[in-house]
């Protein structure tokens, strides 16, 4: 039987890696095959982000309308305890302490196993080519790549940590960083792709591979075992979802955070939108994300917290939301107390990437993926190439603060096998007829879940198209510290964001606010806006050098 080429739509940070999701849609795969194959790209041009030692979240609807929620997030190794990381010269940011166990090549054979269509090997084969022969270093690797060296986004490799490393030497030439239109080239990891491509993922999880995963951790201080790689396992669970005026929205549920997504919009559902940009809109906005974020600090690992599924579910009833909503006042904002947070963590795990798919067979799948922070712990496996996870600073250490210095959260300790809290929450959006009408995520650690609330509401309550609900300013709140961040004007790639005027700050900070310019948002989303004629419109973040959609349309 001949199975037809399947049209449809990819959106990612890097529009290279869109480019190679379409075209596996054009081999004839299908959103899967193509989310698959877009994440491995990104994986290989955009390291500093993503990379096969990390770890996400996924959220599905299937052809039949159905909607699926993977979980393969990373997990402590067994051995993990609050009591090792108590040790302040024990670090959770950088270093073989660091790296929790990887779950992203274990969660994309699951998906592919679950929905793929085309063979596993043939997902690998644009990122292999690309590792072998070298990708072009553009705007965002050079970005990221020269804020490491001294002085930070100076060229100069003397003095930085990346020196000290050899795996990271490909990266530089003469002492400084490859230049933008310069070509880097993976071999080493070329030859783990191809490894995995071939072998699955046991090639990862088993034998060579897993056991220099282990010594690179083991030599830099961590607690990893082989043992760790070969028993961890994915988690399918149960989305969560709540309306919101007509429409129904969809994100995973803990260890991710789109409970506190799904709180923040259902609050707003009982209000009437105010139109965008104005004061009254932009207050009760903040007031939401702050009643929110109050909630999210009694989130962790399921597994770990008795009785969270229950509670997280109890906060999307619609009287509790509403109940939750009558807190907002349209007068004025209140003190840090007044939305009973016990202690709140700010986490800025920069080191993330969302990426999204919809094919014309219905399949739409959106994905968060993460190392941690920016170039995660540091380590690049030698002989293998790839960069492993700092995800154990994303945990909550008992008696003592996290990598940014703020209390922890009981919910959130560490535990051997456990997984830690995030702040990922890719979504779904349909409509009241059951058709898919949005579908998205971002980057930028606790500014992810504020930056889904305002793309989602620039296309469901003012009617922007993808790329100007992506360009549109942003601000973020998440009750400590006690502002708001608000951007400023600015131009990316010839793309003006216009940034929030003074009489918005000043209407805000008369009703109570603290305002923070800033030179942009932290978060980079992704989105997918579903035409209502057919087809898609695919963006990425103009705030990004190289983000981007692609779409291929059958003729």
Avoid at 125 to 152: H, M, N, Q, W
Avoid at 261 to 285: K, N, Q, Y
Avoid at 496 to 523: A, C, I
Wanted: net charge negative.
């Amino acid at each position: 039987m001949t199975v037809p080429v399947l049209s449809g739509a990819v959106c990612s940070e890097q529009i290279r890696a869109s480019e190679i999701g379409t075209s596996i849609l054009a081999a004839g795969g299908n959103a899967a095959d193509a989310i698959i194959a877009t994440i491995i790209a990104v994986n290989t041009l955009a390291p500093f982000h993503s990379d096969i030692g990390g770890g996400g979240f996924a959220i599905i609807r299937t052809t039949s309308g159905d909607v699926d929620s993977l979980d393969f997030r990373h997990t402590a190794p067994a051995a993990a305890s609050s009591e090792f990381y108590k040790n302040p010269e024990v670090s959770t940011a950088v270093g073989g302490a660091a790296v929790a166990v990887p779950g992203e090549i274990r969660g994309l054979e699951a998906l592919h196993q679950k929905y793929g269509r085309l063979e596993w090997r043939k997902l690998f084969e644009p990122s292999i080519k690309l590792a072998e022969e070298g990708c072009e270093v553009r705007g965002d690797l050079y970005d990221f790549l020269t804020k490491e060296c001294v002085p930070p986004s100076s060229p100069n490799l003397a003095g930085s940590w990346m020196e000290k490393d050899p795996m990271y030497a490909s990266l530089f030439h003469n002492g400084q960083a490859l230049p933008i239109g310069s070509t880097w080239k993976r071999p080493e990891y070329a030859r783990t792709l191809e490894r995995i491509a071939r072998e699955g993922a046991d090639a990862f999880y088993h034998g060579e591979i897993a056991e220099a995963i282990v010594n690179a951790v083991k030599e830099r201080g961590g607690l990893m075992t082989v043992e760790d790689l070969r028993n961890y396992r994915v988690n399918w669970n149960t989305p969560l979802s709540v309306k919101y005026r007509d429409y129904t929205l969809w994100a995973p549920p803990a260890p991710a955070s789109g409970a506190i997504w799904l709180s923040a919009m259902g609050m707003l559902s009982t209000f009437e939108p105010a139109g965008a940009g104005t004061v009254t809109d932009l207050h009760r906005l903040t007031e939401a994300l702050r009643l929110a974020y109050g909630q999210r600090t009694a989130l962790g690992d399921p597994a770990f917290v008795p009785g969270l599924e229950e509670k997280q579910l109890s906060w999307l009833e619609s009287q509790a939301l509403a109940k939750r909503a009558k807190m907002i006042s349209d007068d004025k904002t209140h003190n840090p107390d007044y939305y009973k947070p016990p202690k709140v963590e700010i986490v800025n795990d920069h080191g993330t990437s969302n990426i999204t798919v919809a094919d014309s067979e219905g399949l739409v799948i959106s994905i968060t993926t993460t190392v941690g922070l920016n170039w995660g712990s540091h380590i690049m496996v030698p002989g293998f190439g790839m960069v492993l996870n700092d995800s154990m600073d994303d945990f909550s250490v008992e008696g003592r603060p996290n990598g940014t210095g703020y209390e922890p959260q009981v919910a959130n300790y560490v535990y051997g096998g456990k997984r830690p809290l995030s702040s990922s929450c890719p979504y779904i959006v349909v409509d009241s007829t059951g058709k898919v009408v949005l579908s998205g995520g971002a980057a930028g650690g606790s500014t992810i879940i504020s930056c889904n609330v305002q793309v989602a509401r620039n296309i469901l309550d003012y009617d922007m198209s993808a790329a100007e609900a992506l360009r549109a300013n942003r601000l973020h709140n998440q009750i400590l510290p006690n502002w708001s961040e608000v951007e400023k004007s600015s131009t990316h790639q010839g793309i003006t964001v216009d940034g929030f005027s003074e009489e918005q700050g000043k209407g805000l900070e008369e009703k109570g606010h603290v305002l923070k310019w800033v030179d942009k948002n932290r978060s980079t989303p992704c989105a997918i806006k579903f035409l209502s004629g057919g087809g898609w419109e695919p963006q990425g973040d103009p705030r990004k050098h190289d983000s981007g959609g692609s779409v291929f349309q059958q003729a």
